[in-house]
C-alpha cells in the first residue's frame, strides 16, 4: 500500500513532461496507477474483511518517533473503490473531455493524479501525522484545481475561499488531533479507538476534529465554498467535490465515530449540523438553473445526510452510511460526468437555455436517469437501498432519532424534487425554447457515464457482493449485530411506505411552482457567504491595524516592543514563581566596588557623551573595567582575551570614526519625551536582567556535573592542566571551529563592505589612474 | 547559592546602557551599545557561573575552590565573536556614511507606507463601508441566477 | 620595497654593492596619511619581533597557563597594529608579504583538518592525541593534537586583525591629512 501511494506521487512528477510529448493522452496514463490500485485493493480484499487489517508502517523520522503507517481495513477498503476507481474513470474522461493542445493538460493530470495519491495516503493512513498531512496535501491540490490558471477573479477567489474555509478546518483538526493523540498517548489511530481517552481535553479535541470535517465536507455554515468551487472544469468537480475530497470529513468523522459515538460533544455537533445542512442545501438546490451548481446544493445536502447518519451511531444507521457512501459517490460523479458532456456540447449548463437533450442522447439519458432516481431513492437502485437502510435505522432508535428521521424526511422531499429538477431540466423538452442542437455525447464520455450508473443498479440487485465489506464497517459499532440486510424488498414495512410518501411529496413539490419561488430566500445577515467575507475583510483589517501600528518602520520603536515583551511575558512568568534568593550578600571581594562603580560610572557617561571620541574610549574603559572583574573572578584566560580584544576594538573603532565628523548627529525625536521612554524602558528590561541573573545564580547549587567532569579529565584526556584551554581547544572544539569561521567571514564582510567602496568611486578616477600607469610605460 | 549584590547592579547598569544606545538613531551609538550589551552579556555569565574562586588549573587547587570553567570558555568565545561582530558593523556604520553621507538608521519605506493605509482606512471607516458594493458582488454566488463561467 | 625605476633603467653595478637590500626605515615619498613620528617608527621596528615572540609563547603556553591560540593571535595582531599606528599602510605593507585573506585561510583549513584527520582512522572527528617525545636536551616533550587546533586559531586570528587593518585601516585613510569635517563631507557629495 505505501507503494501504490508512492507510485501516485512518482507518477504525478513524470506527467508534466508525458503532457508535453502526448498531450492528452497524459490523463489515460494518470489514469493506470489509480487503477491498478483499485485492482491491487480488491484483490486482497479478503485479508481487509478477514478482520486481519494488514498494518504497514514507514518511519520518516524515527528520532522523534513519527512514522507513516497504513492500515487496510473495511472503511479503507471502501473509500479505495471512490477514490482509485472513480479517480481512475475521471481520468479516462478528462482525456476526452480536454480540447486537444490544452496547455493545462500537464498541470491538471499531474495534479489530479497527486490528489489522488493523497487521498489514497489520507484513507490508509493510520496515524494522525499522516492523516493530516495528506489532509492538507488534498486541500492545496484543491486549491490548485480550481484555481486553474488563475487568470479570472472568480477563479482565484474560489480557490482562495476553499483554501482558506478548509485550511483553517485542516489547523483545527490539528490541534484536536495533537490534543488527542496526547491524551491517549499514541499516534496510532487503531489504538486511540480502541481504547478512547475520556475527559474535558477530549471534549475539546473532538469539537476542533469535528471542525475540520465540517469545513472539508461544505457543513453549514462552511458551505459556501462548495458552490463557489465549481468554477473548476467539471471533471474536477465530479471527482473532487462530489465523488472524494469531500467525502474525507464524512470518512474522519467515520473514522472515528465507533470511539466517540456516545459523547454528546461528538453527536450533537453532527447530528444538528448536519441535518441543517441537508435541509438547506436540498432547499437551496431548488432554485438553482445551473446544473452544476444545482448538483454542488446537492452534495452539500448529501454530506449533510451521511453526517446525520454517523452522528446517530447505530449499527444499521453506520451500515446505511457506509452504503449511501459508496451510492453517492457512484451516482453523483455519473452526474457531474453528464453536466459535463451537456456543457462540452452545447456550451451551456443553464436550464432554461436546454431543451430535447434526452431525444438526441438516448443511451446518456438512460444512464443519467439511473443515476438521478438513485440520488431520489427510487426503487431498485442502490440509493434506495440505502436510504431503506437509513430509515430503518433511525426508525428503531432512541427518541432523539425519530427527530432526525423528521428531518431526513424533509431533506429527502427536497432531494426528490430537485433530482426530478435536474433531470426535467437536462434531458427534458421545453415548449418555449427551441430544441437544442448539439453533436452527438460521445461514445467513450458516455460509456464512463455509464460504469458508476450501472453499478448503483446492478449492486442494488445483489447486495451481497458489497454487504460483506459495509457491515464489517458497521460492526465496529456494536458486538452483536442486529439481523439486518441490505436489500430492495423487505416487505411491506414502515420505510418502505416512508419511501414512497417522500417520493410523491417530491414530486409534488416539483410540480408546484411554490417551492422555486421561495427557495431562494434566505434573510441576508443569515447568508454564509457574508458571514466568510465578513471574516476574511476583518482578519486583514486586524493584520492591517496591528501591522501598522506595531511595525512602524522604526528600528527604536521594533526594539522598544520586543523590550517590552521580553519584559513583560517571561518576566511575569518569572516574577510568579520568584524565590527570595538564600544568601544574599553585598559584594565577594572588596575589590569589586571600585571596579563596579568605575564601570558603571563609565557606562552612564556613555550614554551623555556628545563626542564620538569620548564615547568610544568610555566603552573602552567598560571594557577594561569588565576585564579587571573577570581578574577579581579568578578567570585569568578571560581577562587577558578581554584586555587584548578590548585594545584592538578600540583601534578599529578610532580607524573608522576618523572619517566621521567628531560629534553625534543630533536625534530627532518624533515625540517629545520620546528619551524619557527610552530611557525609562531601558533601565526595566535591564533592571530585570539582573533579576535574571540573580535568580540564575540564585538556583545554583555547587560546581556542575560537566565542569567537573571537565576538571578532572583535563589533563589526562587532552594533556592540557589550564581547564578553559582545554574546554576551547578539545571538550568543545566544535565551537571553537565554528567560531572561527564566523570569525573568517566576518573579515570578510567587513572587507568586502569597506573596499566595495573604492569601486564606487567615479569611473573618471579608475581611468586617469590606468593612464598614468600608461604613461609610464610609455615612457619606459 | 549566594547572590553578588555589586554584580547585579553593574549587570542592570550595563544593560539599561546597552539597551538606551540601542534605541538610539546613530547607528555608532547603536554600536556602541552592541559593544556594551556583549560586556554585559560575557559578565552575566560570570556571575551566573557561581562566586570567584582560584583560576582553573588542574591540580593546583581543590576542585570545590575553583570557579566554573565552562563559563569562561563560554565567555571567551563569545569576546572574540563580539569583536568580530563590532567590526563588521562598524564596516557597515562606514558603509552608510560612505553611501548616505550619515550614519542615521533611517524608516523602512514600506513600513511606513502600511501606517499611512492603516490610517487612510481609519479615516475611511467613519464615512462610510467602502467594502459594502464588493460584499454584495461576492455574495452573488450564493445564489447565481446566471450561468456560471464558462468552463475551460 | 622594490628599488627605483630610474636605477633599473641606468644600471651602473658597483653603484649597489653596498646598497641595503631592503629599505629599513620609509624614505619621505611614501605617503603617509598621517604625521610622521620617527622615534615612533624606530621603536615599532624594534619592539615587534619581540612582541610576536611573546605571542608564540602565549599560544605555546595555553596548555598549561593563561593564554592559547586566542590571546596569542590577538598578541600578534597587535604587533601589527603597532606597526600600522606607527607607519600607516606603506609601513604594514612593509610587514605583511601574503594577503591576508591566506592567512585566514590557512588558519581555518588547518582548524578543520586537524578536526577530520581522526576521522581517517575511524575515531570520532575532533578526538585529540598525546605524543611524548624524550629529545636529548630538552627532556620530555609532550605534544598533544589538539595544539594543531590552536595553531589553526592563532593564524586565523592573526589573519583577521591584518586583514581588518588592510580594509578597516588603510581602505578607510582616503584624503590626505589634516582633511576638517566640511572637506569632507563635500568630498562625500561629489562621489554620491
Redesign the interface.
Known amino acids: 500500500m505505501l507503494t501504490a501511494i508512492a507510485a501516485h506521487f512518482v507518477l504525478a512528477a513524470f506527467l508534466p513532461l508525458i503532457a508535453r510529448r502526448w498531450g492528452r493522452a497524459a490523463f489515460v496514463v494518470g489514469a493506470l496507477v489509480p487503477a491498478a490500485t483499485l485492482v491491487f485493493a480488491l484483490s486482497h480484499a479478503g485479508s481487509a474483511l478477514a478482520e486481519r487489517h494488514p498494518a504497514e508502517s514507514f518511519a520518516w523520522a524515527p528520532a522523534i518517533g513519527l512514522e507513516f503507517t497504513t492500515r487496510f481495513d473495511e472503511l479503507a477498503l471502501l473509500m479505495i473503490v471512490l477514490v482509485s476507481g472513480i479517480g481512475a474513470l475521471v481520468l479516462c474522461y478528462y482525456a476526452c473531455y480536454a480540447k486537444p493542445g490544452d496547455r493545462a493538460v500537464g498541470r491538471d493530470s499531474s495534479l489530479l493524479v497527486l490528489f489522488a495519491g493523497s487521498m489514497l495516503g489520507l484513507v490508509l493512513a493510520d496515524d494522525v501525522i499522516s492523516l493530516y498531512i495528506f489532509w492538507e496535501l488534498t486541500t492545496v491540490c484543491s486549491f490548485l484545481l480550481v484555481g486553474g490558471d488563475g487568470l479570472t477573479k472568480k477563479l482565484r477567489k474560489s480557490a482562495t475561499q476553499a483554501l482558506l474555509v478548509t485550511s483553517l478546518g485542516g489547523l483545527a483538526m490539528l490541534l484536536g488531533l495533537i490534543l488527542l493523540a496526547t491524551a491517549a498517548g499514541t499516534t496510532r489511530i487503531s489504538e486511540i479507538l480502541a481504547n478512547p481517552p475520556g475527559g474535558g481535553v477530549v471534549t475539546a479535541a473532538v469539537l476542533l476534529i469535528l471542525l475540520g470535517a465540517f469545513t472539508k465536507s461544505a457543513q453549514v455554515p462552511f458551505h459556501p465554498w462548495l458552490p463557489g468551487a465549481m468554477v473548476a472544469p467539471t471533471p474536477v468537480s465530479a471527482y473532487l467535490h462530489a465523488a472524494a475530497m469531500v467525502k474525507a470529513g464524512v470518512y474522519l468523522v467515520a473514522r472515528f465515530a465507533p470511539g466517540f459515538s456516545d459523547l454528546p460533544a461528538w453527536w450533537v455537533p453532527i447530528v444538528v449540523l448536519g441535518l441543517w445542512t441537508m435541509v438547506l442545501g436540498g432547499f437551496r438546490a431548488l432554485r438553482q438553473h445551473d446544473l452544476k451548481t444545482l448538483l454542488a446544493y446537492g452534495t452539500i445536502s448529501q454530506l449533510g445526510f451521511l453526517m446525520v447518519l454517523v452522528g446517530a451511531g447505530t449499527w444499521i444507521a453506520a451500515l446505511a452510511d457506509v452504503t449511501l457512501v459508496l451510492a453517492h459517490g457512484l451516482f453523483k460523479s455519473a452526474l457531474f460526468l453528464t453536466v459535463g458532456i451537456i456543457d462540452k456540447r452545447t456550451g451551456t449548463r443553464d436550464i432554461r437555455e436546454l431543451s430535447g437533450l434526452g431525444a438526441r442522447w438516448p443511451p446518456l439519458t438512460v444512464f443519467a436517469t439511473l443515476a438521478v432516481l438513485s440520488m431520489a431513492g427510487f426503487p431498485p437502485l442502490l440509493g434506495f437501498v440505502g436510504k431503506e437502510a437509513a430509515i430503518e435505522g433511525l426508525l428503531h432508535g432512541q427518541p432523539k432519532d425519530l427527530l432526525l428521521l423528521a428531518g431526513v424526511v424533509l431533506g429527502s422531499v427536497f432531494t426528490v424534487a430537485y433530482s426530478l429538477r435536474f433531470l426535467v431540466g437536462a434531458f427534458g423538452t421545453r415548449p418555449t425554447v427551441a430544441p437544442t442542437e448539439a453533436p452527438p455525447s460521445g461514445t467513450v464520455m458516455t460509456t464512463i457515464v455509464g460504469i458508476p450508473a450501472v453499478t448503483g443498479l446492478v449492486l442494488a440487485f445483489v447486495p451481497g457482493l458489497v454487504e460483506p465489506l459495509l457491515a464489517g464497517y458497521a460492526d465496529a459499532y456494536s458486538a452483536n449485530p442486529p439481523d439486518y440486510h441490505l436489500g430492495l424488498w423487505h416487505g411491506f414495512t414502515m420505510p418502505l411506505l416512508l419511501s414512497i410518501a417522500i417520493i410523491v411529496a417530491g414530486y409534488l413539490l416539483h410540480r408546484t411552482a411554490l417551492a422555486p419561488r421561495l427557495a431562494g430566500w434566505v434573510p441576508g445577515p443569515l447568508h454564509a457567504q457574508r458571514g466568510y467575507q465578513a471574516g476574511v475583510d476583518g482578519l486583514v483589517a486586524l493584520a492591517q491595524s496591528v501591522t501598522g501600528r506595531l511595525q512602524a518602520g522604526s528600528l527604536p520603536i521594533y526594539l522598544g516592543v520586543i523590550l517590552v515583551t521580553m519584559v513583560a511575558v517571561p518576566g511575569a512568568g518569572l516574577l510568579s514563581g520568584i524565590e527570595t534568593p538564600v544568601d544574599l550578600r553585598a559584594w565577594d571581594s572588596l575589590l569589586q566596588v571600585p571596579l563596579a562603580a568605575l564601570v558603571l560610572v563609565a557606562a552612564g557617561t556613555v550614554v551623555l557623551a556628545r563626542r564620538r571620541l569620548t564615547a568610544v574610549l568610555l566603552t573602552g574603559v567598560v571594557g577594561y573595567g569588565i576585564g579587571a572583574l573577570f581578574i577579581v573572578d579568578g578567570g585569568?584566560?578571560l581577562a587577558?582575551?578581554q584586555f587584548?580584544?578590548e585594545?584592538?576594538t578600540l583601534?578599529?573603532f578610532v580607524?573608522?570614526i576618523?572619517?566621521f565628523?567628531?560629534r553625534f548627529v543630533d536625534d530627532r525625536p518624533y515625540f517629545r519625551r520620546a528619551r524619557w521612554v527610552k530611557a525609562t524602558l531601558a533601565a526595566v528590561a535591564g533592571t530585570f536582567v539582573a533579576v535574571l541573573a540573580v535568580l540564575f545564580s540564585g538556583s545554583r547549587e555547587g560546581m556542575p556535573e560537566a565542569s567537573r567532569f571537565y576538571i578532572e579529565n583535563a589533563e589526562d584526556?587532552?594533556?592540557?592542566?589550564?581547564v578553559?584551554?582545554?574546554i576551547?581547544?578539545?571538550f568543545r572544539?566544535?565551537d571553537?571551529?565554528g567560531e572561527?569561521?564566523v570569525?573568517?567571514v566576518?573579515?570578510?564582510g567587513?572587507?568586502s563592505l569597506?573596499?566595495a567602496?573604492?569601486r564606487?568611486?567615479?569611473p573618471g578616477g579608475y581611468a586617469s589612474e590606468e593612464a598614468v600607469a600608461e604613461r609610464?610605460e610609455v615612457k619606459? | 547559592m549566594t547572590v553578588n549584590l555589586t554584580m547585579a547592579v553593574v549587570l542592570a547598569g550595563l544593560y539599561a546602557v546597552g539597551f538606551y544606545l540601542l534605541m538610539q538613531r546613530s547607528l555608532m551609538r547603536v554600536i556602541l551599545g552592541i559593544v556594551i550589551l556583549g560586556h554585559g552579556a560575557n559578565l552575566f555569565l560570570q556571575v551566573a557561573g557561581g562566586p570567584p574562586g582560584e583560576?582553573v588549573?588542574a591540580g593546583t587547587a581543590l576542585i570545590e575552590a575553583m570557579v566554573d570553567p565552562l563559563p569562561q570558555a563560554l565567555a571567551?568565545t563569545a569576546i572574540?565573536i563580539t569583536f568580530?561582530l563590532t567590526?563588521f558593523l562598524?564596516?557597515l556604520a562606514?558603509r552608510s556614511?560612505?553611501?548616505?553621507?550619515h550614519d542615521e538608521v533611517q524608516d523602512d519605506v514600506e513600513d511606513r507606507r502600511i501606517r499611512e493605509a492603516e490610517r487612510r482606512r481609519e479615516g475611511m471607516d467613519e464615512s462610510d463601508e467602502p467594502d459594502a458594493e464588493a460584499a454584495e458582488a461576492v455574495a452573488g454566488f450564493e445564489a447565481p441566477e446566471a450561468s456560471e463561467e464558462v468552463p475551460r | 620595497m622594490t628599488a627605483e625605476?630610474e636605477q633599473r633603467?641606468e644600471p651602473v653595478p658597483w653603484e649597489e654593492w653596498d646598497r641595503p637590500r631592503d629599505q629599513w626605515l620609509m624614505a619621505e615619498h611614501n605617503c603617509n596619511t598621517w604625521p610622521r613620528s620617527l622615534l615612533l617608527e624606530v621603536c615599532a621596528r624594534i619592539v615587534f619581533p619581540t612582541v610576536l615572540m611573546v605571542s608564540v609563547y602565549l599560544l605555546l603556553a595555553?596548555?598549561?597557563?593563561?593564554?592559547?591560540?586566542?590571546?596569542g593571535g590577538?598578541?600578534a595582531?597587535?604587533a601589527f597594529?603597532l606597526r600600522y599606528?606607527a607607519g600607516g599602510s606603506a609601513e604594514l605593507a612593509a610587514t605583511v608579504r601574503i594577503r591576508p585573506?591566506v592567512v585566514?585561510?590557512s588558519?581555518?583549513s588547518i582548524?578543520?583538518i586537524t578536526?577530520l584527520v581522526p576521522a581517517l582512522s575511524g575515531q570520532p572527528?575532533?578526538s585529540?592525541a598525546?605524543w611524548k617525545l624524550t629529545l636529548p636536551v630538552l627532556g620530555e616533550l609532550?605534544i598533544?593534537t589538539?595544539?594543531f587546533?590552536?595553531i589553526?586559531?592563532y593564524l586565523?586570528?592573526v589573519?583577521?586583525?591584518i586583514?581588518?587593518l588592510?580594509?578597516?585601516?588603510a581602505?578607510?585613510e582616503?584624503g590626505g591629512p589634516g582633511l576638517d569635517?566640511e572637506t569632507?563631507?563635500r568630498e562625500?557629495?561629489e562621489?554620491?
Open positions: 585569568a584566560d587577558l582575551a587584548l580584544v585594545s584592538l583601534v578599529v580607524f573608522v576618523r572619517r565628523p567628531p584526556a587532552t594533556g592540557a592542566t589550564n578553559v584551554n582545554a576551547i581547544v578539545d572544539a566544535f571553537t571551529i572561527i569561521a570569525l573568517a566576518a573579515a570578510t567587513a572587507a569597506i573596499l567602496r573604492a564606487r568611486r567615479p609610464a619606459q | 583560576p588549573f571567551l572574540v568580530a567590526t562598524l564596516a562606514y556614511w560612505a553611501l548616505l553621507g | 625605476p633603467i595555553g596548555h598549561h597557563d593563561a593564554g592559547g591560540g586566542f590571546s590577538l598578541v595582531g597587535l597594529v599606528v585573506p585566514i585561510g588558519g581555518l582548524a578543520v578536526a572527528v575532533l585529540s598525546i609532550k598533544t589538539n595544539l587546533l590552536d589553526g586559531v586565523l586570528i589573519g583577521v586583525v586583514d581588518l588592510r580594509t578597516v585601516g581602505g578607510t582616503l569635517d569632507l563631507e562625500e557629495v562621489r554620491t
